[in-house]
């Protein structure tokens, strides 16, 4: 069983909808929760941190379920920008970061 | 500050050659991490140097190999290069405790493996 998995998508949305994804670990003891952004061939970027009581970023929300271990982000007011590929990564307190294979969001005008 | 600058950008080997990535870590960090991605999936962990000697590993054979230098600069050497071997490159500097808080990765090296 992969350590983090992910509802790849697509997801195809029109401009303004709103959507949302999750993943799942597998790791119980996993500590720190993490949500990427990779746009088409370039290096995965930080987007938010994800914690315990669930947090928000502008138009992005973030949720931990540790009892049911997943996280779900969520995109309001999409745009066009929104457009990636969105990787869940999950630490379990040490030295690697473990990536799920990633959601595609596709925003349309 | 500088951020994590990696070279070369791209990369074109034969099967069998060997290649060396470099990896320059961001101002103040000691600790530098390597990973994988192939197309269609998530970065996976190759290593991480911390104070030049190795400070993990996760599921590669030993022909990827690392190194990391006085100035916490980083080097990848793959040698007896597979045609899987055809990915991204994503080097990641950070404080020994930076997975807690996530990475900046550098741009990465796409390798291509003829």
């Known amino acids: 069983r992969k350590e983090v998995e992910q509802d790849p998508g697509p997801f195809n949305v029109p401009e303004g909808a709103t959507v949302a994804f999750n993943c799942t670990y597998s790791n119980s003891a996993s500590q720190s929760f993490f949500w990427y952004r990779q746009d088409c061939r370039k290096e995965p970027k930080l987007l938010m941190s994800v914690y315990s009581s669930g947090n928000e970023d502008g138009r992005f929300t973030a949720q931990l379920n540790r009892a049911s271990q997943y996280i779900s982000l969520l995109i309001r007011d999409s745009k066009l920008s929104d457009s990636a590929t969105y990787l869940c990564v999950v630490n379990r307190g040490d030295y690697k970061l473990s990536f799920g294979a990633g959601t595609t969001v596709t925003v349309r005008a | 500050e500088t951020g994590v600058t990696q070279s070369p950008t791209h990369l074109i080997k034969t099967r069998g050659q060997q290649v060396t990535l470099r990896c320059s870590s961001q101002s103040g960090h000691n600790t530098v991490s390597w990973y994988q991605q192939a197309l269609g999936q998530g970065p996976q962990f190759i290593f991480q140097y911390y104070r030049e000697e190795e400070n993990g590993r996760g599921n590669f054979p030993p022909r990827f190999s690392g190194l990391q230098f006085p100035n916490y600069s980083s080097e990848l050497n793959v040698n007896a290069l597979e045609l899987d071997d055809s990915a991204l490159y994503l080097c990641?500097?950070?404080?020994?405790?930076?997975?807690?808080?996530?990475?900046?990765f550098g741009s990465g090296t796409r390798l291509t493996v003829v």
């Open positions: 990641a500097s950070s404080v020994p405790q930076g997975a807690d808080y996530g990475y900046t």
